[in-house]
T-cell receptor, first 115, second 111 residues
Framework: EAGVTQFPSHSVIEKGQTVTLRCDPISGHDNLYWYRRVMGKEIKFLLHFVKESKQDESGMPNNRFLAERTGGTYSTLKVQPAELEDSGVYFC?????????????FGPGTRLTVL | RKEVEQDPGPFNVPEGATVAFNCTYSNSASQSFFWYRQDCRKEPKLLMSVYSSGNEDGRFTAQLNRASQYISLLIRDSKLSDSATYLCVVTWLNTGNQFYFGTGTSLTVIP
């Protein structure tokens, strides 16, 4: 069974540009999460989709970040315009049941560098 | 105070050694507990869930102490392949399913 996949694996952009990250969850997983790790810090939650609906977006840092999951399959996370502090590794995860005891399966991450 | 705190290490141990990591969490209403393993520049992968009664999976033993709000991971007979960063993860009762991560503890097993 294929795991969570993310694209691109790396992205280098200049401040002020736009970047769109994509995540394909494990097939059949209704729950999709975005997390971010900035250098030297812990991995932090950004938001949680259940199918196409945003269940919890309390971790989104500001309105420059827009996440979508049209059709309840893959998800995109757009950063517009990007700032230097947005650099980090963006992880996507998916889970089947969406309960607090659920294992979340992580993708390999997208390493974003904003110059 | 951070939600989850871990000693970042690094822990450098010889093959065959026993090593233990601790993790403390701030929210007494924490619900679920996990240890994830992350290899360099890879995704975090579930190592084991941590149950109230403690649990063991081969060379790995996890313990939970709710009264003191800490979780431990014990690795016996360390292998070179155990070298990785170990992430302590907690969920809370009233904040949905979001994971709260520690910064991770780095382990290097030396031949």
């Amino acid at each position: 069974e294929a795991g969570v996949t993310q694209f691109p694996s790396h992205s280098v952009i200049e401040k002020g540009q736009t970047v769109t990250l994509r995540c394909d969850p494990i097939s059949g997983h209704d729950n999709l999460y975005w997390y971010r790790r900035v250098m030297g810090k812990e991995i932090k939650f950004l938001l949680h989709f259940v199918k196409e609906s945003k269940q919890d977006e309390s971790g989104m840092p500001n309105n420059r970040f827009l996440a979508e999951r049209t059709g309840g399959t893959y998800s995109t996370l757009k950063v517009q315009p990007a700032e230097l502090e947005d650099s980090g590794v963006y992880f996507c995860a998916s889970s089947q049941q969406g309960v607090v005891t659920d294992t979340q399966y992580f993708g390999p991450g997208t390493r974003l560098t904003v110059l | 105070r951070k939600e989850v705190e871990q000693d970042p290490g690094p822990f450098n141990v010889p093959e065959g050694a026993t090593v233990a990591f601790n993790c403390t969490y701030s929210n007494s209403a924490s619900q679920s507990f996990f240890w994830y393993r992350q290899d360099c520049r890879k995704e975090p992968k579930l190592l084991m869930s941590v149950y109230s009664s403690g649990n063991e999976d081969g060379r790995f033993t996890a313990q939970l102490n709710r009264a003191s709000q800490y979780i431990s991971l014990l690795i016996r007979d360390s292998k070179l392949s155990d070298s990785a960063t170990y992430l302590c993860v907690v969920t809370w009762l009233n904040t949905g399913n979001q994971f709260y991560f520690g910064t991770g503890t780095s382990l290097t097993v030396i031949p």
